[in-house]
């Protein structure tokens, strides 16, 4: 489970991890949105409960930062239900993607691994900018790198 200040993130496969309260949110979410398991890979749970967000990256497994199809947000006090699509030209992008897996799913080792090259490039350095695929495509090509599958390989 990836834990920042606002929110805990989670890839499907490992709902699990959320707990009995976290996962009833998930569920009361689903049945308000109308979302079923097979329309998102991400979900994003409010550390106060009040909202669950379901996040497609459909590309997930594929790409090495996958930018984010379309999100659901579910504000469970109010039922409000709101959907955006993002843009194919600057969607938000994702990160870290082991850190929403299980340890023992097996493309944890791979994804570990290949995070661990990236920040030890320096391109996790400046979080306020990384979060979108224009600024980040662009910090990987000024560091003297591209991204191949999921390695991160050193312009010559």
């Known amino acids: 489970m990836k834990s920042l200040r606002d929110a ?5 496969s490992n709902l699990a991890e959320l707990g009995d309260d976290r996962l009833n949110c ?6 308000l949105s109308g ?23 459909p590309t997930f497994f594929e790409e090495a930062f996958p930018g984010l199809e ?3 947000r579910v504000d469970l006090l109010s039922g409000r239900v709101t959907v955006r ?18 340890p023992d799913h097996p493309s944890y080792p791979a994804l570990r691994d290949f995070t661990m090259v990236v920040e030890e490039a320096g ?7 990384i979060g979108y695929r224009l600024v980040w495509d662009g910090m ?5 790198h591209r991204v191949e599958g999921h390695k991160l390989i050193r312009n010559e």
């Not at 998930?26 to 049945?31: L, T, W």
């Not at 391109?123 to 900018?129: A, S, Y």
Request: glycine share 4%; proline share 3%; hydrophobic share 40%.
């Open 70 to 72: 379309q999100s659901c």
């Open 123 to 129: 391109l996790f350095r400046d979080q306020n900018r």
């Open 85 to 102: 699509r993002y843009a194919t030209g600057n969607p938000p992008i994702l990160h870290r993607k082991e850190q929403m897996l299980s």
């Open 8 to 12: 805990v993130y989670v890839h499907v």
């Open 140 to 144: 990987i090509a000024a560091s003297g």
């Open 26 to 31: 998930v569920n009361i979410a689903m049945a």
């Open 35 to 57: 979302r079923t398991i097979r329309d998102f890979q991400v979900v994003k749970v409010a550390r106060d409960g009040d909202s669950v967000s379901f996040l497609s990256y």
